[in-house]
């Protein structure tokens, strides 16, 4: 079964394909499909929908995403999302 998987990051797609061996995880830009959608969640978690549903709005297949950052104790976790 593929697998979409929204980001446009090949070390993801890698890292996600070792994870899911059953499946065929497939990013964006391997079927020429332009993904780049406005992060403007205040959270990791915000912003994985934003990209899920964005990517869901494309190819109407089951997609799965992640956002990641920086974030540094003794800063009080920033930058956090804003890295």
Known sequence: MKLYLATGNTNKKREMQELLPEYTV??????GIV??????????YENSLIKAKALWDI???PVI??????CVDALAGIPGVYS
């Open 26 to 31: 497939t990013i964006p830009s391997e079927e």
């Open 65 to 70: 995403a992640d956002d990641s950052g920086i």
């Open 35 to 44: 993904f780049n959608p406005e992060e403007n969640g205040t959270t990791f």
């Open 59 to 61: 190819v109407q297949k």
